[in-house]
C-alpha cells in the first residue's frame, strides 16, 4: 500500500473518529479514551518499549513494576486526553469548569504582558498542552503558537483549523518568513508559544534532562534573550477526567548574553519542565526518544 493511500485512510479514520467521539458527553468519551489508551499499551509494542526504555533512564532506581504501571497510566492519560479533545466544542462551552486558572497563575501571566515586550511562552508535552494554549486564547489573550507541519497537509489544515477556531494563530516552523513573524508577535506585545521538550531537527543545545544530556531547541532562549521579551512557563496538568488546572510562572532572563547565556535559559526552563513531570510522571510522553541524540565525544588527544 503506498503512502499516499495509507495517509488517506488515517486522515479519514481522524476525521470520522473525530465525529464519533464528539457525540459523546465528555465524561463518556475521557473514560472510553482511557480505554483505549490501554488497549494500545497492550498492542503497541514498540511505542510500550520505548516508553519503558525512556521511564527506565528517566528512573533508573525504579521497580520495573513503577515503571510498567506508569508506562500504562501515560497511555491511558493521552488516550483520554485525545478524545476529550474531540468534544471540544463541549469543552468551549464550559472550558472554566474543566480547565481551572487559578487567579495568582493569571496575575503572573498578565504582569509579565504589562512590560510590553511580549512573552515567550514556554510549555512541554505534559497534561494537556493543547487546552493550556486554548484556555488562555479563549480568554482574549493574543497567542501565536509555533508547530510542525505533518506529513500530511491535510492533518496540517486539521490541525489548523482546531487552533484558528480559538483564536489561536499557527507559525509553521520552516515555512518562509517564519523568524519574523516570531519577532513581530513579540513586538507586537503578544504570546508566543513553543514546546521545547523533545528531540527534534531543530538548532538547539545539549542541557541535562533527568541527569542525561538532552538535545533541545534553543529558540525560546535566542528569542528572550533577544528581545529582552518575559519568560513565563506554564503547564495544563490532569486533576481527573476532563478536570485540568493551569499553572504559571516567570522565569528571569540570565544575566549578560551570547552562548552562555542560551544555555543557561535553556537548562533553566527544562530543569522546571523536570520537575513538573516529576510531579505526575505519566502525564508525560515516555515513548519519546528523549535522549535519542547525544553530544559529539571530543577527539582523543594527539600522540
Given at each position: 500500500?503506498?503512502k499516499?493511500v495509507?495517509r488517506?485512510l488515517?486522515?479519514?479514520?481522524?476525521?470520522?473518529?473525530?465525529a464519533v467521539?464528539?457525540?459523546?458527553p465528555?465524561?463518556w468519551?475521557?473514560?472510553?479514551?482511557?480505554?483505549?489508551?490501554?488497549?494500545?499499551?497492550?498492542?503497541?509494542?514498540r511505542?510500550?518499549?520505548?516508553?519503558?526504555?525512556?521511564?527506565?533512564?528517566?528512573?533508573p532506581?525504579?521497580?520495573?513494576?513503577?515503571?510498567?504501571?506508569?508506562?500504562?497510566?501515560?497511555?491511558?492519560?493521552?488516550?483520554?486526553?485525545?478524545?476529550e479533545l474531540?468534544?471540544i466544542?463541549q469543552?468551549?462551552?464550559?472550558?472554566?469548569?474543566h480547565?481551572?486558572?487559578?487567579?495568582?497563575?493569571?496575575?503572573?501571566l498578565?504582569?509579565?504582558?504589562?512590560?510590553?515586550?511580549g512573552?515567550?511562552?514556554?510549555?512541554?508535552?505534559?497534561g494537556?498542552?493543547?487546552?493550556l494554549?486554548?484556555?488562555?486564547?479563549?480568554?482574549?489573550?493574543?497567542?501565536?503558537?509555533?508547530?510542525?507541519?505533518?506529513?500530511?497537509?491535510?492533518?496540517?489544515?486539521?490541525?489548523?483549523?482546531?487552533?484558528?477556531?480559538?483564536?489561536?494563530?499557527?507559525?509553521?516552523?520552516?515555512?518562509?518568513?517564519?523568524?519574523?513573524?516570531?519577532?513581530?508577535?513579540?513586538?507586537?506585545?503578544?504570546?508566543?508559544?513553543?514546546?521545547?521538550?523533545?528531540?527534534?531537527?531543530?538548532?538547539?543545545?545539549?542541557?541535562?534532562?533527568?541527569g542525561?544530556?538532552?538535545?533541545?531547541?534553543r529558540?525560546?532562549?535566542?528569542?528572550?534573550?533577544?528581545?529582552?521579551?518575559?519568560?513565563?512557563?506554564?503547564?495544563?496538568q490532569?486533576?481527573?477526567?476532563?478536570?485540568?488546572?493551569?499553572?504559571?510562572?516567570?522565569?528571569?532572563?540570565?544575566?549578560?548574553?551570547?552562548?552562555?547565556?542560551?544555555?543557561?535559559?535553556?537548562?533553566?526552563?527544562?530543569?522546571?519542565?523536570e520537575a513538573?513531570?516529576?510531579e505526575?510522571?505519566?502525564?508525560?510522553?515516555?515513548?519519546?526518544q528523549?535522549?535519542?541524540?547525544q553530544?559529539?565525544l571530543?577527539?582523543?588527544?594527539?600522540?
Open positions: 500500500m503506498s499516499r495509507k488517506t488515517r486522515y479519514g479514520l481522524i476525521r470520522l473518529a473525530l467521539v464528539g457525540l459523546l465528555i465524561n468519551a475521557s473514560r472510553v479514551g482511557a480505554a483505549f489508551g490501554t488497549l494500545a499499551f497492550a498492542l503497541a509494542g511505542e510500550r518499549r520505548k516508553a519503558l526504555e525512556s521511564l527506565t533512564t528517566a528512573f532506581d525504579w521497580a520495573i513494576a513503577q515503571r510498567e504501571e506508569t508506562a500504562r497510566k501515560c497511555f491511558r492519560h493521552l488516550g483520554a486526553a485525545a478524545f474531540a468534544c466544542h469543552l468551549d462551552a464550559q472550558m472554566p469548569a480547565v481551572a486558572w487559578p487567579a495568582e497563575d493569571r496575575a503572573r498578565d504582569a509579565a504582558l504589562a512590560r510590553q515586550r512573552v515567550v511562552f514556554i510549555s512541554g508535552h505534559i494537556n498542552w493543547e487546552l494554549a486554548r484556555r488562555v486564547s479563549l480568554e482574549g489573550y493574543p497567542c501565536q503558537t509555533i508547530a510542525k507541519e505533518t506529513s500530511d497537509s491535510r492533518m496540517t489544515a486539521l490541525v489548523e483549523r482546531f487552533r484558528a477556531s480559538a483564536k489561536l494563530k499557527s507559525i509553521w516552523r520552516g515555512q518562509p518568513g517564519a523568524a519574523k513573524h516570531m519577532l513581530r508577535a513579540l513586538k507586537a506585545g503578544e504570546i508566543l508559544g513553543l514546546l521545547i521538550d523533545q528531540d527534534t531537527n531543530v538548532q538547539s543545545v545539549f542541557v541535562p534532562f533527568f542525561k544530556p538532552a538535545k533541545t531547541p529558540a525560546a532562549a535566542d528569542l528572550a534573550l533577544r528581545t529582552q521579551a518575559a519568560v513565563v512557563l506554564g503547564f495544563c490532569r486533576q481527573g477526567p476532563a478536570q485540568y488546572q493551569v499553572s504559571m510562572e516567570e522565569v528571569p532572563l540570565p544575566k549578560g548574553d551570547g552562548e552562555a547565556a542560551v544555555e543557561a535559559l535553556t537548562a533553566t526552563l527544562t530543569a522546571r519542565i513538573k513531570i516529576r505526575a510522571p505519566e502525564q508525560w510522553v515516555w515513548m519519546h528523549r535522549w535519542k541524540s553530544p559529539l571530543p577527539p582523543p588527544p594527539s600522540t
